[in-house]
């Protein structure tokens, strides 16, 4: 599938809005892509989800765990990990930070994914390599269904060795809420991310 044929998807299934939004960053955008609207279609998300995972040359060796962020990801991190033959971890917030729950375990040297549905800031996904590494993983890359990531973020990913992937990238513009010219408008603030 192209950008342009994933992005019909998205608008398709409802998934592209239009408002006043405050992103799990804090950060406010006048545009949203709730990949939930999609996903909420198994047979779009197995779609989409094996179109992310060919998006990586593996080096010829086992993924040993996909790790995602509850709750956006988590989806996209069992539909990855079911293609690769592998487990499927996520990490939840607790009292503010990620946190690896539940009884799941990275050993040394095992080689992990991760995976998100959208990035903005990339917050939870640079908390998640550092528990991956903290319990001794091998990082081998990000993937995510959209990207609305500034630069900067696939730049400081680069200097890591750690590939970002994604089936759609998008420039939404995003403010401060001190700056934001849609709160100057008086236009009532929506919260849908997850945090």
């Known amino acids: 599938m192209t950008q342009r044929e994933i992005l019909e998807i998205f608008q398709k299934c ?8 405050r ?7 006048g545009k949203y892509l709730q990949c939930a609207l999609v996903l909420q279609y198994p047979n779009l998300a197995e779609k989409l989800c094996s179109q992310l995972t060919t998006e990586f040359k593996l080096r010829g060796s086992k993924i040993d765990a996909v790790v ?7 989806i996209v991190g069992q539909e990855v990990a079911k293609v690769l033959g592998c487990r499927a971890l996520f990490c939840e917030r607790e009292e503010g930070k990620m946190k690896l729950r539940r009884g799941f375990k990275i050993g040394k040297g095992k080689r992990v994914l991760i995976v998100e549905d959208v990035i903005t800031t990339g917050g939870s ?4 390599v550092e528990i ?5 993983g091998e990082v ?16 400081e990913l680069a200097t890591l060795n750690l590939p970002l992937k994604s089936l759609l990238r998008i420039n939404i513009e995003t403010y401060s809420p001190r700056d934001c010219p849609i709160c100057k408008k008086g236009i009532p ?3 849908p991310g997850s945090r």
């Open 14 to 21: 409802g998934a592209l809005l239009s408002g006043h939004f």
């Open 23 to 29: 992103l799990s960053s804090g950060l406010h955008s």
């Open 68 to 74: 995602s962020p509850a709750i956006g990801g988590i």
């Open 125 to 128: 996904v640079k908390e998640i």
């Open 132 to 136: 991956v590494k903290g319990m001794g």
């Open 140 to 155: 081998e890359g990000i993937g995510v269904i959209v990207d609305r990531s500034k630069p900067s973020f696939s730049d």
């Open 189 to 191: 603030l929506e919260k």
